[in-house]
């Protein structure tokens, strides 16, 4: 029987996008109730994944879905379920700057609630699995095969419920907004547009990529790329929560989950230094680029329950 250590210290909240609202079960409630609310966590639509063939479309589209990104921050509407597989041709012509950031945060933000639905559900499913072995009761065989295949993903031993509850969860929209954002130059970079790497992701032979036209000679590095921006989202969300570099940000999200706190990106920057060369001075970048385009309010951002309809428009 696989034993739990981390229900008797106090179990981690959870915050489900859409319908399936608040999990958050106290260490004394009794685990038959768990798995009650835990069936509150349940399958979504399937996704509409579109492509836009130009930014002004996609602006039309948006304008006509009612899709305001102030009306995220300021009345918590729902983000629709539109899911782009590529940045639309032309981003980078749109000469206005804000006009062209706000058509890259409108586009990126339902892929990272999607990308952090996809963890949340997996955590939701690991807090049950914890509540039943904190009980006393062993996991059917259709829970241990769920259990051992999440333990792979994350890569750490099944057996350690507590060491994968630090590595699933959700990245808050604030970091991975400002991140693509820097890391795609708003949506215009060469490794976007033909590769759809929002995130400046290396990889070596591993995977596909795009050389940079500036690598240094002698160095075998690429900029992965990725069949779907969405591809992209989830493999950045994965990296920060395995990679040895980013163990400080899982120390400090696994701290705010303790206290009861939502998670906010700028409270995790300090733990984001490995991720550039540039440092400190990458963080300060970070921090403002949060700070100057308001997204902060949107760490509390949901997808909506309902799949929007797209017109032949695209």
Do not use: C
């Not at 550039?276 to 970048?285: C, F, P, Q, R």
């Amino acid at each position: 029987m696989r034993r739990s250590r981390v229900w008797s210290v106090g179990v981690a909240g959870i915050l489900m996008a859409g319908a399936a609202a608040a999990f958050v079960p106290p260490v004394q409630q009794h685990v038959a109730t768990v798995l009650d609310q835990a069936g509150m966590v349940g399958m979504r639509k399937p996704a509409t994944v579109v492509a836009f063939a130009s930014p002004a479309k996609l602006k039309r589209h948006f304008a006509a879905m009612g899709y305001d990104l102030d009306a995220v921050r300021e009345d918590n509407m729902p983000v629709p379920r539109v899911f782009l597989s590529k940045v639309p041709d032309g981003l980078d012509a749109v000469t206005q700057t804000r006009e062209r950031k706000a058509v890259f945060l409108r586009l990126m933000l339902p892929l990272v609630l999607k990308a952090n639905e996809r963890v949340l559900r997996q955590r939701a499913q690991l807090l049950v699995f914890d509540a039943k072995l904190a009980a006393g009761r062993d996991l059917n065989s259709d829970q241990q095969r769920r259990l051992d295949a999440i333990a792979a993903e994350y890569k750490t031993d099944p057996d350690r419920l507590d060491l994968l509850l630090r590595r699933v969860d959700a990245v808050p929209p604030s970091l991975a907004l400002a991140q693509a954002a820097i890391e795609s130059g708003w949506g215009t970079s060469r490794f976007v547009r033909e590769g759809n790497a929002a995130f400046g992701q290396w990889t070596t032979a591993k995977h596909k990529g795009i050389v940079p036209k500036d690598r240094v000679p002698g160095m075998t590095h690429k900029i992965r790329s990725f069949d779907h921006l969405g591809d992209s989202v989830r493999s950045y969300i994965h990296n920060l929560n395995t990679h040895r570099a980013y163990a400080g940000l899982r120390d400090l999200r696994t701290s705010m989950r303790a206290e009861g706190k939502r998670l906010a990106g700028g409270n995790l920057l300090p733990a984001m230094i490995s991720y550039s060369e540039k440092k400190g001075a990458y963080i300060d970048l970070l921090r403002s680029v949060i700070r100057t385009n308001r997204l902060a309010p949107l760490d509390g951002a949901r997808l909506s329950d309902r799949n929007p309809r797209i017109g032949s428009d695209v």
